[in-house]
Nanobody, 118 residues
Framework: QVQVVESGGGLVQAGGSLRLSCTAS????????IGWYRQAPGSQRDLVAS???????NYADFVKGRFTISRDNAKNTVSLQMYDLKPEDTAVYYC????????????WGQGTQVTVSS
């Protein structure tokens, strides 16, 4: 099994920066992709950015040029560096790991709140 835990959320003013971290544990060598998702109240959960085990990255249009996803294999951590934050970025941010262990599986973290004040 794989477990993921998020950290790094908080309150920031518009135009500020935050760095979120997702730390994986368990069968980490089986992970194919780790993604960051976000969900605002009353909205669906949307993909923000993802990174594969081959370091291929994908970003949602609404964060391109402002957010950067990266990985530190030694620490089993995937980070999401967020710049130029906007009030509409306010949401709970979730880490998700897609991994293969006899079959395709997914693991979600508990989420971390990001609040951007105007």
């Amino acid at each position: 099994q794989v477990q993921v835990v998020e950290s790094g959320g908080g309150l920031v003013q518009a135009g500020g920066s935050l760095r979120l971290s997702c730390t994986a544990s368990g069968s980490t060598s089986s992970i194919n992709t780790i993604g960051w998702y976000r969900q605002a109240p009353g909205s669906q959960r949307d993909l923000v950015a993802s990174i594969t085990k081959n370091d291929m990255t994908n970003y949602a249009d609404f964060v391109k040029g402002r957010f950067t996803i990266s990985r530190d294999n030694a620490k089993n951590t995937v980070s999401l560096q967020m710049y130029d934050l906007k009030p509409e970025d306010t949401a709970v941010y979730y880490c998700n790991a897609f991994y293969w262990l006899l079959r395709q599986r997914t693991a979600w973290g508990q989420g971390t709140q990001v609040t951007v004040s105007s």
